[in-house]
């Protein structure tokens, strides 16, 4: 049992003004593992002032001293990942193929910042006028449950990046990863004021930043429902807003794919952390004359794919990170079922064996057509739909016959027709046969996947404004 106790505010940890108190809870076990003690808006006030005292120095902070920071982070971050590892395990439930992913990826996101720094052209001459890209200000960022360490890294990456003092506010549920990753990030020894944490309720502390007239950039991840009420509410400040936001990947099995290795790559794309993930391939597009031999494979598939405790390291599938997430699972299961598609594999309920801890049945529809809602709403957990296509035609169009647009897979033996077909694909990111992670790709959708790009320079200049000076 751990009780977050503190929020952090200008290089300090510091006891919020806000009293309520959440659960923290061990999705595998269901047993209560600690609670934290949330902000309120007086919090968000001194740490939006903090952050705003911090900005004149961090915005005149030259490349190298951007690059430092962003150096100083990487390494301590990277220096012992064992106890990041066991925390988000612990209150998220993450296999540990993912939790060691995450750490990694959050040290070598300030690594892939600090190249974007470096490569940058904060000045510029265009035509007479000497232009000059500065930091808008105060940068606020709101981050969900999903992936605490990396968004709060990605966050903070952009904000050392382009000159701008940060407040985040990550996921209430994950306090404990907030606490370990913070005490680490304190470390660095930024400068005060810097980097501003926050724990707190959506409606409460994220409504406090969004509304707060000193801050002038907003970069949210989470669902397109909440990012549309935060877009409201940037309005009336003038500010920008970077949203990314929700998905549901189209994988594209060609008609030449080997689906020995298709099948595989498919399945693990869907069921990216344990379902939970925006970039999750949910729409598998297979060929109609190839169904059965495709259904077949991912029935006989997905029998590798272990489920149950994230610390044994055959898991692939982990509990879901909520018992509200896991209702939401069921629900669409039995709507799935509701609206005529085939249970292949999986269904509602626990898996066997699994009685205790919120593990959903790794599910996948088959008979399923486009305009059902399990083929259009973002499910976020391990349920896939299996929908045919006619020919390469109907598979583009199906695949962008979407109101997402974030990521998209396709798989196919002959690569060039897998690029053609990629070409017409209408997502932030298209990933073309099982490609590794690229941590230097932008990062971001079309449509009401969200607004702007992360990373490198697309990112910096979400963050920045140009200044033109003419002379005579
Ligand atoms: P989920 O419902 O799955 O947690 P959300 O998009 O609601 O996904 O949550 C992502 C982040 O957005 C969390 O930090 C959450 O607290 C925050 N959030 C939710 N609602 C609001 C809101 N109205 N204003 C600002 N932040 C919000
Ligand atoms: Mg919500």
Same mark, same amino acid.
């Given at each position: 049992?751990?009780?977050?106790?503190? #929020?952090?505010?200008?290089?300090?940890?510091?006891?919020?003004? *806000?009293?309520?108190?959440?659960?923290?809870?061990?999705?595998?076990?269901?047993?209560?593992?600690?609670?934290?003690?949330?902000?309120?808006?007086?919090?968000?006030?001194?740490?939006?002032?903090?952050?705003?005292?911090?900005?004149?120095?961090?915005?005149?902070?030259?490349?190298?001293?951007?690059?430092?920071?962003?150096?100083?982070?990487?390494?301590?971050?990277?220096?012992? @990942?064992?106890?990041?590892?066991?925390?988000?395990?612990?209150?998220?439930?993450?296999?540990?193929?993912?939790?060691?992913?995450?750490?990694?990826?959050?040290?070598?996101?300030?690594?892939?910042?600090?190249?974007?720094?470096?490569?940058?052209?904060?000045?510029? +001459?265009?035509?007479?006028?000497?232009?000059?890209? +500065?930091?808008?200000?105060?940068?606020?960022?709101?981050?969900?449950?999903?992936?605490?360490?990396?968004?709060?890294?990605?966050?903070?990456?952009?904000?050392?990046?382009?000159?701008?003092?940060?407040?985040?506010?990550?996921?209430?549920?994950?306090? /404990?990863?907030?606490?370990?990753?913070?005490? %680490?990030?304190?470390?660095?020894?930024?400068?005060?004021?810097?980097?501003?944490?926050?724990? !707190?309720? !959506? @409606?409460?502390?994220?409504?406090? /930043?969004?509304?707060? @007239?000193?801050?002038?950039?907003?970069?949210?991840?989470?669902?397109?429902?909440?990012?549309?009420?935060?877009?409201?509410?940037?309005?009336?400040?003038?500010?920008?807003?970077?949203?990314?936001?929700?998905?549901?990947?189209?994988? #594209?099995?060609?008609?030449?794919?080997?689906?020995?290795?298709?099948?595989?790559?498919?399945?693990?794309?869907?069921?990216?952390?344990? *379902?939970?993930?925006?970039?999750?391939?949910?729409?598998?597009?297979?060929?109609?004359?190839?169904?059965?031999?495709?259904?077949?494979?991912?029935?006989?598939?997905?029998?590798? +794919?272990?489920?149950?405790? @994230?610390?044994?390291?055959?898991?692939?599938?982990?509990?879901?990170?909520?018992?509200?997430?896991?209702? %939401?699972?069921? &629900?669409?299961?039995?709507?799935?079922?509701?609206? *005529?598609?085939?249970?292949? &594999?999986? !269904? &509602?309920?626990?898996?066997?064996?699994?009685?205790?801890?919120?593990?959903?049945?790794?599910?996948?529809?088959?008979?399923?057509?486009?305009?059902?809602?399990?083929?259009?709403?973002?499910?976020?957990?391990?349920?896939?739909? +299996?929908?045919?296509?006619?020919?390469?035609?109907?598979?583009?169009?199906?695949?962008?016959?979407?109101?997402?647009?974030?990521?998209?897979?396709?798989?196919?033996?002959?690569?060039? %027709?897998?690029?053609?077909?990629?070409?017409?694909?209408?997502?932030? %990111?298209?990933?073309?046969?099982?490609?590794?992670?690229?941590?230097?790709?932008?990062?971001?959708?079309?449509?009401?996947?969200?607004?702007?790009?992360?990373?490198?320079?697309? *990112?910096?200049?979400?963050?920045?404004?140009?200044?033109?000076?003419?002379?005579?």
């Amino acid at each position: 049992m751990r009780s977050i106790e503190h #929020i952090y505010i200008n290089g300090e940890f510091v006891v919020p003004c *806000g009293e309520d108190r959440l659960d923290l809870i061990n999705p595998a076990t269901e047993e209560k593992i600690g609670d934290v003690r949330l902000g309120n808006e007086d919090d968000v006030k001194a740490a939006v002032a903090a952050a705003k005292r911090a900005l004149p120095s961090l915005a005149s902070s030259t490349k190298a001293e951007r690059i430092d920071m962003l150096h100083s982070l990487r390494d301590t971050i990277a220096a012992k @990942p064992d106890e990041l590892v066991r925390t988000m395990t612990e209150e998220y439930g993450a296999p540990s193929y993912f939790t060691a992913f995450s750490v990694q990826n959050a040290a070598s996101i300030f690594d892939v910042m600090a190249e974007a720094v470096a490569a940058y052209e904060f000045d510029r +001459l265009v035509g007479k006028s000497a232009i000059r890209m +500065l930091p808008r200000g105060v940068l606020a960022a709101i981050t969900p449950w999903n992936s605490n360490f990396g968004f709060i890294a990605t966050k903070l990456a952009h904000a050392i990046g382009s000159g701008s003092p940060l407040v985040i506010k990550p996921a209430e549920q994950s306090a /404990l990863q907030t606490e370990v990753f913070a005490r %680490r990030l304190h470390q660095a020894g930024l400068p005060s004021g810097v980097l501003n944490i926050v724990n !707190g309720t !959506g @409606p409460i502390v994220g409504a406090a /930043l969004t509304n707060h @007239p000193d801050v002038a950039t907003i970069s949210f991840t989470g669902s397109t429902q909440a990012a549309k009420i935060i877009q409201r509410a940037a309005i009336d400040g003038m500010k920008r807003v970077i949203l990314e936001l929700g998905g549901k990947a189209p994988t #594209i099995i060609m008609q030449d794919a080997d689906l020995d290795q298709a099948i595989p790559i498919a399945l693990m794309s869907g069921f990216a952390n344990s *379902g939970q993930a925006c970039v999750a391939g949910t729409r598998i597009l297979a060929p109609r004359s190839r169904m059965t031999e495709v259904s077949e494979k991912l029935r006989v598939e997905i029998e590798n +794919l272990k489920v149950g405790d @994230p610390q044994d390291p055959q898991v692939r599938i982990g509990p879901l990170a909520s018992h509200a997430q896991w209702e %939401r699972i069921q &629900t669409y299961i039995r709507l799935g079922v509701e609206e *005529g598609a085939t249970l292949l &594999t999986g !269904g &509602t309920g626990r898996p066997t064996g699994l009685e205790k801890g919120w593990f959903a049945r790794p599910t996948i529809f088959t008979g399923v057509t486009n305009n059902m809602r399990i083929a259009r709403e973002e499910i976020f957990g391990p349920v896939l739909c +299996l929908i045919a296509y006619d020919d390469e035609e109907e598979a583009v169009e199906i695949s962008n016959d979407s109101e997402y647009g974030l990521q998209a897979y396709v798989l196919g033996s002959d690569q060039s %027709r897998a690029l053609r077909v990629a070409e017409r694909l209408l997502a932030g %990111r298209v990933i073309v046969n099982g490609a590794p992670h690229d941590p230097r790709a932008p990062f971001g959708g079309f449509k009401q996947s969200g607004i702007g790009r992360e990373i490198g320079a697309y *990112g910096l200049d979400g963050m920045l404004e140009p200044r033109a000076i003419l002379t005579p």
